[in-house]
């Protein structure tokens, strides 16, 4: 562990190790940077990638789209580099093809892949000064998150982006299932990427900056590294990383509450929703139905839920598939399954495809055969341990070659996890034995699984959610925007257009301010 302490005059310890797990086929060890509180997450895989995911927790309790606009707005440029494009065009020098990020409810996470890590720890310090110190100006905001046109129209990359994602019948269904499955105050039901009216009427820049001085701060910065990649190196680069945050003078308070530290409320009852969503064809509609189940630390019980997933939902032989698809009057052409993995988590059945005149039965239909199988008396609806401990092989497998073949991907979502809600309880370890926990599942007694079924899915309150296509809400839908842009011009008036193209032009000329030569020639290049 001689990499771990620094060597610098003061001899003082600069980094402290929290948590070391080591597998065959992988080493991950969790250190805490001692000066500014960032979190390394140093991942030893074998392969000619190193791959990066900076992640920070971000919570909100809005549907402003803080989370998602900030994501947009850290690529546009940095107050050490302040040019739009300019760590993608250091990325491509250094042996990547890019820079990438996405937000999620409860975080944000920018990535970086490379060949090698020298040009992993080139750019580096680059992407961590636009994630902790970005431009943030009123031309980005106006060009890359919300404007009006000359045209009276509204625009905007986040602002199109929203507006494809907002008019989709599964994120409608999703939006009304985490409303009714979070009462009261609740981050999980915030809609991260930002909804329309709040993006016009709410969002501001103003607001982007006070959400990242609170979020985007070195003691909420979490870097998980996957790949080849000497950690002396690693650390030699983040020190003088952290010699750069240092020089800027205090650090940062750190954020009060934790973020994803308040409990999550209790759902008392079950709650059957319906929504209309615009659709030219009538037939079909889709419904999906949410159960909150186990904490997300609760790796084992996770992965039991998931193999009863593929149990009740996979092939032919499976009992949802079986008597509610594959059946002569069915109530779907498809269903699936899906889990978060959260404070606490949710556990959803989707049906897809679903005959307009079954979308007010097909949610009782579920949870009654799903009660049917729970009590484990009906003949042909017996729970089949052979077929279940197959599926549990089959997983088994699967992981094994997805660790054999990305183990830079399989490792990062366990740290991610472990980084937003459990770092100080040195969990991580017992959550990368998966192994392990398949061999426990695999000689789990049928009890067992219908207990699980029972506690999670049928004991416990769930909400559904049933989605009808509707071509008059689509009509409706289509009027009521055209009447409001309409009535946004004539309050803008043929002088207030002009201003918002002339607004719209000037930061268009200044956001788009082209990159010095020099600067890129000045970069080391790795050798290829």
């Not at 060009?143 to 409608?172: F, L, R, W």
């Not at 010699?243 to 308040?262: C, F, H, M, Q």
């Not at 729970?383 to 660790?403: A, C, H, W």
């Not at 009535?487 to 082209?514: D, F, N, P, V, W």
Request: hydrophobic share 30%; proline share 5%; charged share 25%.
């Amino acid at each position: 562990m001689a990499d771990i302490v620094s060597t610098a005059s003061s001899n003082t310890q600069r980094c402290e190790l929290v948590e070391e797990i080591e597998k065959e086929a992988f080493k991950v060890t969790k250190l805490i940077l001692n000066r500014t509180g960032i979190r390394v997450y140093h991942c030893d895989v074998s392969g000619p990638l190193v791959k990066g995911y900076f992640t920070l927790a971000t919570e909100t309790h809005d549907h402003d789209g803080l989370p998602h606009t900030l994501e947009h707005l850290v690529f546009m440029g940095s107050q050490e580099y302040p040019y739009k494009g300019v760590l993608d065009k250091v990325a491509n020098r250094c042996l990547s093809e890019g820079t990438n990020a996405y937000t999620d409810v409860d975080h944000t996470c920018y990535t970086l892949v490379t060949a090698g890590h020298e040009g992993f720890l080139s750019v580096l310090p680059i992407y961590l000064q636009h994630i902790l110190y970005p431009t943030l100006t009123d031309a980005a905001y106006i060009t890359e998150v919300h404007h009006i046109n000359g045209k009276g129209e509204n625009a905007g990359v986040v602002y199109c982006e929203m507006q494809d994602s907002q008019s989709k019948p599964s994120s409608m269904i999703h939006f009304e299932l985490c409303n009714e499955l979070y009462p009261g105050k609740c981050g999980y039901k915030s809609c991260t990427g930002g909804r329309l009216d709040e993006i016009r009427n709410s969002c501001s820049n103003e607001k982007v900056r006070e959400y990242h001085k609170k979020y985007y701060i070195p003691s909420n910065l979490y870097l998980i590294v996957c790949g080849s990649i000497p950690r002396v190196e690693l650390l030699d680069v983040l020190y003088k990383f952290e010699d750069s945050i240092l020089s800027k003078g205090p650090l940062p308070p750190a954020i009060v509450p934790p973020p994803w530290s308040t409990p999550v409320p209790d759902l008392n009852h079950s709650k059957d929703i319906r929504i209309e969503f615009g659709a030219d064809d009538e037939s079909t509609g889709m419904t999906k139905i949410a159960f909150n189940v186990c904490e997300g630390h609760n790796l084992y019980e996770l992965l039991a839920l998931e193999v009863l997933g593929e149990y009740l939902t996979s092939t032919s032989a499976a009992p949802l598939q079986m008597y509610m698809i594959d059946c002569p009057d069915p109530f779907a052409n498809n269903v699936s399954y899906f889990y978060t993995l959260q404070t606490l988590s949710t556990f959803y059945l989707s049906f897809t495809s679903v005959p307009h005149a079954k979308l007010d039965t097909i949610a009782h239909e579920c949870c009654s055969l799903l009660k049917l199988l729970g009590g484990n008396t009906s003949e042909d609806k017996k729970f089949n341990l052979e077929r279940l401990r197959g599926i549990v092989r089959q997983q088994k497998k699967g992981y094994v070659f997805s660790l054999e073949e990305n183990a830079h991907s399989v490792l990062c979502g366990p740290c991610i996890v472990d980084s937003l809600y459990y770092y100080d309880r040195k969990l991580l370890g017992k959550d990368l034995d998966v192994i392990s926990n398949y061999d426990k599942l695999e000689k789990e007694p049928v009890e067992y699984w219908l207990s699980l079924l029972n506690k999670y899915l049928n004991e416990g309150p769930h909400v559904s959610c049933v989605g009808v296509p509707s071509k008059e809400f689509a009509k409706k839908t289509e009027k009521e925007e055209k009447e409001r842009i309409e009535k946004q011009q004539t309050e803008l008036g043929e002088e207030g257009l002009k201003l918002k193209e002339t607004i719209l032009e000037k930061a268009k000329r200044e956001h788009e301010a082209e990159l010095p030569a020099q600067f890129l020639t000045s970069l080391p290049v790795p050798d290829p």
